[in-house]
């Protein structure tokens, strides 16, 4: 299996713009989590899926940030307009169970300007 | 609410043993994982405690104490390329999302 793969790598974006950032999951693991990690506030969980569906998006700033998930590989997080705090590196990883730990992808690092 | 608690640096020499400790709070406990991460790179997972006791995994060792909420992190044989952070992590309180720590640089000198 190629892992979790997300995709951009790097993104530069300006501020009020609008960013997508993506992420495939590993094929039969059930869960998929969206995690943000920034120096002062480590790594924070922004919402995660169960079977596609939202279970907990507590962790989402604002109503700047949307997620989706369409089908079992593929899942996409938004943010728009987009602010120069929203900087960070983005991680997406998914699971089969916590016992057998999560996977994360590469991570976005964005940065708005 | 959830607080996760473990040393924000340590530094040991190549070829030393270091532990790494994490105390946390919670309820409903589901247990205790560890994980690694590479400077610009992603967390990887080392591994789990669901019951008190010591789990090894190579030079890897992971150990749980419920009733103390405390764990810890060793490294034994310790080589250059094991400096990097190192994160416990508990569920949330609900659900089945984990909450990380702040994590631990570890930093390897010849």
């Known amino acids: 299996d190629a892992g979790v793969i997300q995709s951009p790598r790097h993104e530069v974006t300006e501020m009020g713009q609008e960013v997508t950032l993506r992420c495939k999951p590993i094929?039969?693991?059930?869960?998929l989590f969206w995690y943000r990690q920034t120096m002062m506030r480590g790594l924070e969980l922004l919402i995660y899926?169960?079977?596609?569906?939202?279970?907990?998006d507590s962790g989402m700033p604002e109503d700047r940030f949307s997620a989706k998930m369409p089908n079992a590989s593929f899942s996409t997080l938004k943010i728009q307009p987009s602010e120069p705090r929203d900087s960070a590196v983005y991680f997406c990883?998914?699971?089969?169970?916590?016992?057998?730990?999560?996977?994360f992808g590469s991570g976005t690092r964005l940065t708005v300007v | 609410g959830q607080s996760l608690e473990q040393p924000s640096e340590v530094t040991a020499v190549e070829g030393a043993i270091v532990q790494i400790n994490c105390t946390y709070q919670?309820?409903?406990?589901?247990?205790l994982s560890w994980y690694q991460q590479h400077d610009g790179g992603a967390p990887t997972f080392l591994s789990y405690?669901?019951?008190?006791g010591l789990e090894e995994t190579g030079r890897f060792s992971s150990f749980l104490s419920r009733s103390d909420s405390y764990g810890y992190l060793l490294l034994q044989e310790l080589q250059m390329k094991d400096s990097a952070s190192y994160f416990c992590?508990?569920?949330?309180?609900?659900?089945?999302?984990?909450?990380f720590g702040k994590g631990t640089s570890l930093l390897v000198t010849p």
């Open positions: 992590a508990v569920k949330k309180n609900s659900g089945y999302a984990l909450n």
């Open positions: 990883a998914s699971s089969f169970t916590v016992d057998h730990g999560y996977t």
């Open positions: 094929s039969g693991h059930d869960y």
């Open positions: 919670t309820s409903g406990f589901y247990g």
């Open positions: 899926f169960n079977n596609n569906v939202p279970i907990d």
């Open positions: 405690n669901a019951l008190d």
